[in-house]
């Protein structure tokens, strides 16, 4: 049977007895700092330590690696993930490019991130979706991070054809969304978006609903995705971004094709429109001639 590699810090455990002073400094360092240490350079290690990059090299070699760029692959085992866009962004930071250049490489990869969502686009499942969105007696949308501002816009786009349709990302947090998965029935929806970088809070709370029963359509990027086991339905935007871990773009298109789609279906879409209209009308900006408020 194949033994598991050994982790950095059995490595650190297994030679200290060996080390020197400035090993020993070293190595307090990494297992203070074991994700900086994963994202940093041998000449960023060196200089944060207060050490030569020789002496890095000789601290790699004491572990039983090669040298630093092995102890850096091991020191970000299980860590990829999170890692990804720092390496990314490593990559593309080494090539110059004006202001311009960047602003349109990113709209560049929102548009291929769109074509490759629409070629890839289940019918099925969005007829099930919306279906499930429509038929649910309250609608509960989960999202934290960056996919917190994802479930207001998505609270934003569902409201007006929906009987109850409410964003748990407010300002109470996982804590008061936690709380409200007490009063769910399967009669209700939990609709759950998360992207790279997937956070815990979401899939937890998705793993509960679906445990207590309550459906699940999930908004994410691939099968993959820790949310996708959890979902009655699922619906992926790919969302891959060079500079950060994900793009916004993307998921909001998602979000803003289920709203539309769920506006096309509702009966009652006309009315809602013209209700809202009426309402906000006051605060609308109506011509040069229009009064100042």
Not at 45 to 50: C, L, M, R, Y
Not at 74 to 90: D, I, N, Q, T
Not at 185 to 211: E, K, W
Request: with cysteine; charged share 15%; glycine share 6%.
């Amino acid at each position: 049977m194949t033994q598991a590699p050994l982790s950095v810090a059995a490595r650190i455990a297994r030679a200290q007895p060996s080390f020197s002073p400035i090993q020993h400094q070293m190595a307090e360092y990494v297992l203070a700092h074991q994700f900086r240490v994963a994202t940093m350079t041998i000449d960023e290690f060196a200089a944060a330590v207060g050490v030569s990059v020789a002496s890095a090299n000789r601290f790699a070699r004491a572990l039983d690696l090669p040298g630093y760029p092995q102890f850096r692959a091991e020191l970000a085992r299980g860590f990829e993930s999170a890692l990804e866009p720092v390496e990314k962004m490593r990559v593309e930071l080494a090539h110059s490019a004006t202001a311009a250049q960047v602003m349109a490489s990113a709209l560049e990869e929102d548009i291929r991130n769109a074509q490759r969502t629409l070629q890839e686009l289940d019918p099925e499942a969005c007829e099930r979706a919306v279906d499930m969105v429509l038929a649910a007696e309250r609608v509960f949308i989960i999202g934290f991070g960056s996919s917190g501002f994802l479930a207001g816009l998505l609270q934003r786009g569902l409201y007006m054809h929906l009987h109850a349709c409410e964003s748990l990302a407010g300002p109470g947090g996982v804590s008061h969304a936690a709380r409200q998965m007490v009063r769910m029935t399967s009669r209700d929806l939990v609709i759950a978006i998360g992207f790279p970088r997937y956070l815990a809070d979401t899939v937890t709370l998705s793993r509960a609903a679906q445990q207590a029963g309550v459906p699940v359509l999930v908004l994410t990027d691939k099968a993959t995705s820790p949310l996708a086991p959890l979902a009655t339905v699922a619906l992926y935007a790919h969302s891959a971004r060079q500079l950060s871990s994900n793009s916004e773009t993307a998921a909001l298109g998602l979000i803003e094709g289920l709203s539309a789609a769920v506006a096309h279906r509702s009966k009652n879409s006309i009315q809602a429109a013209a209700g809202v209209t009426q309402s906000v009308m006051p605060w609308l900006f109506h011509g040069a001639g229009a009064g100042k408020r």
